[in-house]
Nanobody, 126 residues
Framework: QVQLVESGGELVQAGSSLRLSCVAS????????MGWFRQAPGKEREVGAF????????ESADSVKGRFTISRDNAKNTVYLQMNSLKPEDTAVYYC???????????????????WGQGTQVTVSS
């Protein structure tokens, strides 16, 4: 079992930056591909970015590409999401998730992630 706890969400103005953190316990994070997902009210949960266990592959979804960057520090069992140039449409609950055994065809599939945090609220005002 892996327990994930997100933090860093808050109310900010458009154009601001935030860094979200996700700390894992229970098992070493270095075994897992990690993803950041978000869910806005009335919408489906969508992937924002993922990073492989070693960090060799890190990608962001088209909707946030160039603004959001995922990174990890396996020694600290922590994954980060750096969010720049925030927009009101980035308002959502942000979740981190962990998975093993993913491939290029499944990195963006939320149903392939086994462990989820409780989420942290990000609100961007215009």
């Amino acid at each position: 079992q892996v327990q994930l706890v997100e933090s860093g969400g808050e109310l900010v103005q458009a154009g601001s930056s935030l860094r979200l953190s996700c700390v894992a316990s229970g098992r070493t994070l270095s075994w897992y591909t990690m993803g950041w997902f978000r869910q806005a009210p009335g919408k489906e949960r969508e992937v924002g970015a993922f990073i492989t266990s070693s960090g060799s592959i890190a990608e962001s979804a088209d909707s946030v590409k160039g603004r959001f960057t995922i990174s990890r520090d396996n020694a600290k069992n922590t994954v980060y999401l750096q969010m720049n140039s925030l927009k009101p449409e980035d308002t959502a609950v942000y979740y981190c998730a962990a998975a093993r055994g993913l491939s290029s065809s499944t990195f963006y599939r939320r149903d392939k992630y086994d462990y989820w945090g409780q989420g942290t609220q990000v609100t961007v005002s215009s």
